[in-house]
């Protein structure tokens, strides 16, 4: 579904990214840890068109997309979730998700607004309320529910559960598996804290310094001596 390949690539001349290699299959859940400055944002830029391509390939649905701009890839049915959760704090929640879904006819994007609304109660509840006055959970929620208004067959999400509390988390990932499981949505989630994202993930990825350092089973990952203790905060 997602295919990137040999990839080198960074911002302008600078090179974050080396020889990057992986796939994210199909209705899996794939997640790649690492620590802060690693590549993990830039990797996922580099797939939806914000980062600059040095070499190699980024495929999604056997379509070559490197170096597409981002209105393009999206259009593709790949949505992308950043790191900051990019909601408008001045609009309602209702307003948000309406932009989010501005390229829908008035039909599906009613039909979106609803299959959002019944995914996360809690946004119908705060449909009127200012984006600016969520909590950081609810406004997380927000930004996949946006995420979800382009109905998308895969979504990058970068960093949804950082900063909140564990109980969140737990609330953030469940909808994360909803998106596998009953969407049948490709999910690339991007953690720094890794050990909840490694439980939900079908496959795993550890970049370390702009390359990968492991690619296999999410449990074997977590039960490395060296990778947990080093990268993963586990001792
Ligand atoms: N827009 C940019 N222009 C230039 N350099 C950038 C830009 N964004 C990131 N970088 C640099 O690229 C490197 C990788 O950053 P990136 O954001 O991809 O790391 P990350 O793994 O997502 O880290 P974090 O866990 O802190 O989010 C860092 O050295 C960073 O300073
Ligand atoms: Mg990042």
Request: charged share 20%.
């Amino acid at each position: 579904m997602i295919k990137v390949s040999e990839l080198v690539a960074g911002y302008g001349k600078l090179k974050v990214l080396f020889n990057v290699n992986l796939v994210a299959d199909t209705s899996r859940i794939t997640v790649v840890v690492g620590p802060n400055g690693a590549g993990k944002t830039t990797l996922l830029n580099s797939i939806t068109g914000l980062a600059t391509i040095h070499s190699g390939k980024v495929i999604f649905q056997d379509r070559d997309v490197t170096g597409w701009p981002p209105h393009k890839v999206s259009r593709l049915g790949l949505s992308y979730v950043p790191q900051m959760g990019n909601v408008f704090s001045n609009l309602t929640v209702e307003e948000n998700l309406r932009v989010a879904g501005y390229l829908l006819d008035h039909g599906r994007l009613l039909d979106r607004l609803a299959l959002v609304f019944e995914m996360f109660p809690v946004l119908k509840n705060f449909r009127y309320r200012r984006a600016g006055t969520l909590s950081g959970g609810e406004r997380r929620m927000l930004a996949i529910g946006m995420g979800l208004m382009k109905e998308p067959r895969a979504m990058l999400l970068d960093e949804v559960t950082t900063d909140l509390a564990p109980i969140f988390v737990k609330k953030v990932l469940d909808k994360v598996v909803e998106l596998r499981d009953q969407l049948k949505l490709t999910v690339v989630l991007v953690e720094q804290h890794a050990i909840r994202a490694l439980q939900i993930a079908d496959k795993a990825y550890l970049l370390v310094s702009g390359t990968i350092r492991y690619e296999g089973s999410p449990q074997d990952l977590l039960s490395n001596q060296e990778f947990s203790k080093l990268y993963l905060g586990i001792s």
